[in-house]
């Protein structure tokens, strides 16, 4: 959501939009700042990750601020606006809020494969529902990024008397980040042990249990048995990471998984570019993750968990599969393999590009100011 909102912010700013981003406090920066010709107001007192009484007051009385100094519209990110759609006392700035899924979503996924941890957490989700119920009401208008959240949404929303207008705009992807580049392939392959002969699968993730790359790491071990070319780049940190770690050197496969840990945006354009082929098997409710719009703009066949690859157009070069269902990822890696080498290349649809997604956003503005 952090990209969704800086690279939103960064379009507004190439077109000459005044944008002012507030967030939670930043490290070695004051209250206020200006980045990359945005403004930025941090909440002072309020921790990163994470929604607190601190954070709620202190986007009130950023609202209250930026009205003075003239402002058109807030887009709340999730529940970024969330306090103040329910208690601002201007109700001449419209307040959308951009939803990226909803405590339904929450609430399904941690079902899906619980554990004591989840499950007790999907009491809290389950509780937020119905708070979610009430706040619908309070927006101007409701932003999905993709059909499957639009519909998360709509459930919420039966539980409502009356809630905003629900409006998808998808995720948009600057492809010129991820343009594939063969000099950069050379030399991401190099620096992470690779040969031209190495056929790499990438995976992009937080590696937490719910992101499938548990699944992954043993189709892996199955396809790797018969293709000793094949090598796996798993990009990201989180708290399976030692699990996951373990597990592939319990398999006998630590000569051909690397594990990068977190990287900048720019290190995991690298990375896809080393790559061939692409995976993300979540095991969540997802929204419209932007790995995969990533891998696709850079041209990567990819192999997808069916609830993710539905968000998207259906494609050659995207192959669909059941998380689950190990032999159908181990054959479906083997086809994206082998498209890779045929030198098929995706492309990112128009629909999933920066500016289109900018163009909707001011549109959806400038409609709601004639409102």
């Excluded at 921790?47 to 058109?72: H, M, P, V």
């Excluded at 996924?109 to 499950?119: C, E, Y």
Aim: proline fraction near 3%; glycine fraction near 8%.
């Amino acid at each position: 959501m952090e990209r969704v909102v800086w690279d939103l912010a960064q379009a507004f700013s190439a077109r000459g939009i005044k944008t002012t981003v507030v967030t939670s406090a930043v490290a070695g920066h004051p209250v206020r700042f200006r980045i990359d010709g945005i403004d930025v107001i941090a909440i002072e007192g309020a921790l990163g990750g994470r929604y607190s009484k601190a954070f709620w007051n202190g986007t009130l009385d950023a609202f209250d601020l930026l009205c003075e100094e003239g402002i058109d519209a807030v887009i709340g990110v999730s529940a970024g606006a969330r306090a103040i759609a329910l208690h601002r006392k201007r109700r001449t700035v419209p307040v959308m809020m951009q939803a990226h899924g909803s405590s339904i979503g929450e609430f399904i996924s941690k079902w899906r494969r619980p554990t004591m941890r989840s499950a007790l957490g999907s009491a809290k989700n389950f509780l937020w529902i119905f708070k979610d119920r009430h706040a619908l009401a309070r927006y101007d208008a409701i932003v999905a990024i993709s059909d499957a959240v639009n519909q998360q949404i709509r459930w919420t929303a039966v539980l409502s008397r009356a809630h905003a207008p629900v409006e998808v705009i998808a995720n948009g992807i600057d492809e010129r980040v991820f343009a594939f580049e063969p000099s950069a392939r050379q030399a991401a392959r190099r620096a992470y042990g690779f040969d031209d002969s190495h056929q790499v699968i990438v995976s992009v993730s937080r590696l937490h249990r719910q992101k499938g790359v548990r699944e992954l790491v043993s189709a892996f071990d199955t396809y790797a048995g018969s293709n000793s070319r094949a090598r796996l780049l798993i990009v990201g940190d989180g708290p399976d990471q030692e699990a996951l770690e373990a597990l592939v050197s319990a398999r006998g496969l630590a000569s051909r998984v690397v594990f990068t840990g977190a990287l900048a945006r720019n290190e995991v354009a690298d990375c896809f570019a080393a790559a061939d082929v692409f995976s993300f098997l979540t095991l969540r409710v997802e929204g419209l993750p932007l790995n995969m719009l990533e891998a696709l703009a850079a041209g990567l066949p990819s192999v997808l968990a069916r609830s993710v690859a539905a968000c998207i157009p259906s494609h050659a070069g995207i192959f669909t599969v059941d998380p689950w269902n190990k032999e159908a990822v181990v054959g479906a890696l083997a086809h994206a393999c082998e498209f890779a080498a045929q030198g098929g290349r995706t492309q990112l649809p128009d629909a999933y590009r920066l500016e289109l997604c900018a163009s909707a956003y001011l549109n959806l503005i400038q409609r709601m100011a004639r409102r």
